[in-house]
């Protein structure tokens, strides 16, 4: 059975500081690693999907990496409205896409 | 192009009552993803289903749950005779094709008293 593992659960930082967020995964014949930002009560939003290992996808402050067991999510000097939880979800060969628990970040102003 | 609807926002059910669940896939999507998320909890894939078709429902309750969807219309996740566990929020996901990325509704969040 597929899956997928989010570290730490919890992450507070200052405005400004630096961290990364992990995503640990066992996903048979992955066909995809995705990262989605949730807001309370909201949905999620769609911010990633890396397919290989070696892959790095840039978007503002975020930045996401792959390799054959992990990825990561890089936040570089975080602003407030970066608070959110992050999910990550790997889509195996049966195309079903499962999801960790998330890492709920906050950032201090 | 209207992103994926889910309707109702909120949905109160008694004990024993029937729940439906709606969910229109964004224009031109095929695949549809039920998840369940309860409170500090990830997302808990349910079913994903093709038009006509259930593809994978290994994360459905075998009693009770039912998920279809159409050639024509919404998907619709049915809860037969509710439960308070049955509680949570319910979200729905479309993609285009089976290896891209899902864009998800704002969820329905059923309450049972």
């Known amino acids: 059975e597929d899956q997928v593992t989010q570290s730490p659960e919890a992450l507070r930082l200052q405005e400004g500081e630096s961290s990364s967020l992990n995503c640990s995964y066992t996903?048979?014949?992955?066909?995809?690693l995705f990262w989605y930002r949730q807001d309370p009560g909201k949905g999620p939003e769609f911010l990633f999907t890396l397919y290989s290992a070696g892959e790095e996808k840039e978007k503002e402050r975020l930045k996401a990496t792959l390799t054959k067991k992990e990825s990561f999510l890089h936040i570089t000097a975080p602003k407030p409205e970066d608070s959110a939880t992050y999910l990550c979800g790997g889509k195996g060969s049966n195309y079903k896409l499962t999801f960790g628990k998330g890492t709920l970040l906050t950032v201090n102003p | 192009n209207a992103g994926v609807m889910q309707n109702p926002r909120h949905l109160v059910r008694r004990r024993g009552q029937e729940a439906r669940l709606r969910c229109s896939p964004m224009?031109?999507?095929?695949?549809v993803y039920w998840y369940r998320q309860l409170p500090e909890e990830g997302l808990k894939f349910m079913v994903y289903l093709q038009k006509e078709n259930i593809i994978d429902e290994s994360g459905m309750p075998k009693e009770r749950f039912s998920a279809e969807f159409p050639k024509e219309g919404p998907s619709i996740l049915r809860i037969q005779q509710v439960v308070r566990g049955d509680s949570a929020a319910y979200f729905c996901a479309s993609g285009g094709q089976e290896y891209e990325k899902l864009f998800f509704g704002s969820g329905t969040q059923l309450s049972v008293l």
């Open positions: 996903v048979s014949g992955l066909r995809g």
């Open positions: 224009k031109g999507h095929s695949h």
